[in-house]
């Protein structure tokens, strides 16, 4: 029973009537509260995406889905523990939590503009010193391997400088693909008429951004465990990491194709992660409603 819509004026009512209607059919539904970034953020039901729009009994059900309306209140989502406080000891919580609880983690995430920027930014380099650190020096034409045999001090420094710097690139690297991701995300949200908005898709990101960590931290596990393997070290890891001779298409063995293979697996396990995050990210904030900051009272006038 719908008491609370009948009561609201005939103009909300059209509006709401058309709008569910719409999203029932797959039709796209016009905004009914639209901020300065040009984007829907009327109050929905995050289950269904049903237009809960001036509905003061906040104590029901969606007319639609029958999901307590409480749920859907963006008080509901209490925030990631990085949201609440951002520091080192958070930004573990946060990541820990996402990868062991990611429905639980996505579901509790607020929708804002600004705290994903400083998670986002400090998971990015993270995984962009695991990503490149096995390889730095191995590599012909990298700056540390040519340091070899200059002596310990200048292939410390030169390690201190090549390793940031090829850490910022990758990250560099991680974030265009990250941009992708997230273009794609939004195209696909609105070809199904979700409602996934600009903040809530970058949220998404940057807490699934702890994926392309395990990504880089999945190939540097396969490497060791190989490396330590019985019956010695394998080929291709002998002279890759320990920075032995080269390798050539002449030289690659049957072994290395399948050390090799191994590896490359690896990066594309880690890639999984990160897209099966974004998958939960996506499904949990496909109608998330957008955090309302408490208001603060207003100052007495002075005098």
């Known amino acids: 029973m719908s008491t609370p819509q009948a009561q609201l004026p005939q103009t909300t009512l059209t509006q709401t009537s058309l709008e569910n209607t719409a999203l029932a059919t797959g039709a ?7 901020h300065a970034d040009h984007e829907d953020h009327s ?34 989502r209490t925030g990631s523990p990085w949201q609440l406080r951002a520091r080192p000891a958070s930004w573990w919580d946060t990541h820990k939590g996402t990868i062991r609880h990611p429905w639980r983690g996505f579901r509790t995430m607020r929708i804002e503009p600004r705290s ?17 650190a ?9 700056p540390a391997r040519a340091a070899r045999g200059a002596g310990p001090i ?34 696909f949200a609105k070809s199904r008429g979700w409602r996934l908005t600009r903040d809530a898709a970058w949220q998404v990101c940057a807490h699934a ?43 690659l063995t049957a072994n290395d194709a399948v050390l090799l293979a191994l590896v490359i697996g690896a ?19 496909r109608w998330a409603n957008l955090h309302q900051p408490p208001k603060q009272p207003a100052k007495p006038a002075a005098g």
């Open 28 to 34: 796209p539904t016009a905004p009914t509260s639209v």
């Open 43 to 76: 109050f929905r039901c995050e289950s269904c995406g049903y237009s809960l729009e001036g509905i003061e009994d906040h104590a029901g059900a969606c007319p639609e889905c029958g999901t307590s309306i409480t749920a859907s209140l963006p008080s509901a």
């Open 116 to 132: 994903w920027k400083t998670l986002f930014w400090s998971t990015l380099p993270i995984a962009g010193f695991f990503l490149v």
């Open 134 to 142: 096995p390889w730095t020096g191995t590599l012909v034409g990298d």
């Open 154 to 187: 200048v292939q410390a420094l030169a390690y201190l400088i090549v390793i940031p710097l090829q850490a910022l690139i990758a990250a560099a690297f991680l974030f265009a693909l990250t941009w992708i991701e997230w273009r794609g995300i939004r195209f």
């Open 209 to 251: 951004s702890v994926g392309w960590v395990i990504g880089a931290l999945i190939p540097i596990f396969t490497m060791a465990v190989l490396w330590a393997a019985p019956g010695g070290r394998p080929s291709l890891l002998d002279r890759l990491l320990a920075r032995g001779g080269g390798l050539s298409y002449s030289t």
């Open 267 to 285: 990066y594309g396990a880690g890639l999984l992660v990160f897209e099966l995050l974004i998958y939960v990210g996506v499904r949990q904030c």
